[in-house]
């Protein structure tokens, strides 16, 4: 087996906001105004996010995030829309505030087998992440844990190479070996707070801190799994 070399990491800025739903009006209506939707997005500029998180059994990634451990990482296996097609493993890692994704394609069966504990095509991959993911699995006992899944409208901004999101309708599953079911049940958890976040490469442009700016509200820590956690 020959294992292709890691990718070069692309460390990036990012800031969040919880916000309620005065906020989320008076901010997106400036964001549409000036900045173009995602164009993988539907014709509103909005499309849903399917997430499963994986922890280990004594909630390493969890406590890592509530502890605020200047590195730390998240695996997560991620879909869009109905489309279980087109699946991917993502790792997300935080350094001193700052965040990179590695993320690799992987096919519904290799998802279904995963899911399942079955793991030892990853081991069998050239892909380093895969890999990586296997060594954990099995060192670590790193399992899938909690489905996390919203409505995200998404804009783009392209010096800075910025990219705002709103994340609406925050839902956690109830079943997590159910997660390639599109169908599958969700419980709110958020009570119509929305996510307000700003990704950035080396600066943040005037226009983009001026149209995201909201009077008396500060960037803070804001986990999504984090959050959906609360539900197990």
């Known amino acids: 087996m020959t294992i292709k070399e890691k990718p070069l990491m692309n460390l990036r800025h990012e800031v969040k906001h919880g ?22 997005a539907g014709s509103h500029g909005i499309y849903r996010v399917s997430s499963l998180y994986f922890d280990t059994p004594y909630d390493k990634a969890l406590r890592q995030k509530i502890d605020g451990v200047n590195c730390r990482e998240k695996f997560r296996l991620r879909y869009y829309n109905d489309n279980t ?36 095509f990853l081991l069998k ?58 169908q599958l049940y969700y419980a709110d958890v958020l009570d119509n707070q929305a996510v307000l976040e700003v990704k950035y490469d080396a600066f943040l442009p005037d226009i983009v801190s001026l149209a995201v700016q909201i ?18």
């Open 85 to 120: 097609t087109f699946i991917r493993l993502e790792k997300k890692l935080k350094i001193n505030g700052l965040c990179a994704k590695f993320s690799e394609r992987i096919t519904y069966p290799q998802a279904e087998q995963l899911i399942g504990g079955n793991i030892d």
């Open 125 to 182: 991959s050239e892909k380093p992440l895969l890999v990586e993911l296997y060594s954990k699995m099995r060192g670590q006992q790193l399992a899938p844990k909690t489905i996390v899944t919203y409505d995200r409208e998404a804009f783009l901004y392209d010096p800075g190479n910025v990219r705002i999101t709103v994340d609406r309708n925050l839902r956690t599953g109830l079943d997590r070996i159910d997660f390639l079911n599109p």
């Open 19 to 40: 916000i309620n739903p005065l906020d989320d009006q008076e901010v997106s209506q400036r964001l549409r105004k000036l900045f173009r939707h995602d164009e993988n």
């Open 215 to 232: 009077p008396n509200r500060r960037a803070a820590a804001f986990s999504k799994y984090a959050i959906c956690r609360r539900y197990d």
